[in-house]
């Protein structure tokens, strides 16, 4: 295997783990902050 | 360039990484700066790698091979910046018992593991071809797996048990104790002198190739807190509107008594 096979094996396997670990840290975000919107505002509309 | 100029060049990003550092810092503690911030993270990182990947000449001993420096060094240095937040807001937790270092900590352990693996992984990548072997048991290795083995225990830990306080105490505790073997992971290629190359400073690197890693070191510095913070906003979110269904369930059992 020559040098560049590592290299982008290297590449690949950073990128892809950050991409994906980032993606999946803004999708999580984005579902805690609609359910945290939507307990609130039910909490809202009992009280 | 010559090696003036580049030395040059490596001290001006160093200083403009430092001053950056400041915004970047600011946004990401403010959660409508959060997308602009991952707009900036990654034109930067992006721009880092390139300028690292384009503009260094193969080196003398490893050839090509030197360009998994580029994201292997910046990885390892976040990873070591990420467990001395845990460290920081671990203590300040136990001192202070406020939840939100409880949640900075764990937000910074989970993303301090993601690059210790990483960082892992580019190193045996790396090894195959300059050492000959995916795995050795050098001192360095040796270390940053313990150092891995330890956070992914304390990210097992925290879903073991739903009692808030005594979760966020055992993961403080444990937090510690894993960020205490950082420093060991860094001086472990002085201590013992074995396969793992001594730190690369800009004393010991050609200046050839300082521009390149002091980019990325920033870039993963910036990628790190921007996913510090991404974790963070949604640990907290989570928290509060967990409080506010305990709070509703507390005042329908009063008014069922």
């Known amino acids: 295997m020559s040098d560049w096979t590592f290299i982008q094996a290297a590449y690949i396997v950073t990128w892809t783990v950050v991409c994906t670990y980032a993606l999946l840290g803004i999708s999580k975000l984005r579902r805690a902050e609609q359910r945290l919107a939507e307990i609130e505002s039910r909490n809202g509309g009992a009280g | ?257």
Do not use: C
Not at chain 2, 60 to 75: C, E, T
């Open chain 2, 1 to 257: 360039m010559d090696a003036a100029t580049a030395k040059t060049v490596g001290d001006i990003i160093g200083l403009a990484g430092l001053v950056l550092l400041v915004p970047v810092g600011w946004a990401a503690t403010r959660r409508r700066m959060l997308a602009p911030l991952g707009v900036f993270v990654f034109l930067f990182v992006v721009a880092s790698q390139a300028t690292g990947l384009l503009i260094s000449p193969p080196e003398r001993g490893m050839g090509d091979l030197q360009k998994i420096m580029y994201v292997h060094v910046p990885s390892a240095w976040a990873f070591m910046i990420a467990f001395f937040i845990v460290f920081v807001a671990s203590i300040l937790y136990l001192w202070r018992r406020q939840v939100h270092h409880d949640r900075l900590a764990a937000a910074a352990a989970e993303a301090g593991a993601v690059l210790t693996a990483l960082a892992l992984a580019q190193g045996m990548i790396w090894g195959k071809p300059t050492w000959g072997v995916w795995w050795t048991p050098d001192p360095r290795i040796a270390f940053t797996t313990v150092v891995l083995m330890i956070f992914a225990g304390y990210i097992a830990l925290r879903a073991f048990t739903d009692d808030e306080d005594r979760r966020a105490r055992w993961s403080a505790a444990v937090g510690i104790v894993g960020a205490l073997n950082v420093p060991v992971v860094y001086m472990s290629v002085r201590w013992w002198r074995t396969l793992h190359q001594p730190q690369s400073t800009p004393s010991t690197v050609d200046p050839a190739y300082i521009i390149g890693l002091r980019l990325n070191a920033f870039a993963f510095l910036f990628l790190l807190l921007f996913l510090v913070a991404l974790r963070y906003r949604a640990m907290m979110a989570d928290r509060k509107a967990d409080a506010i269904l305990e709070d509703r369930a507390l005042k329908e059992d009063v008014a069922h008594v």
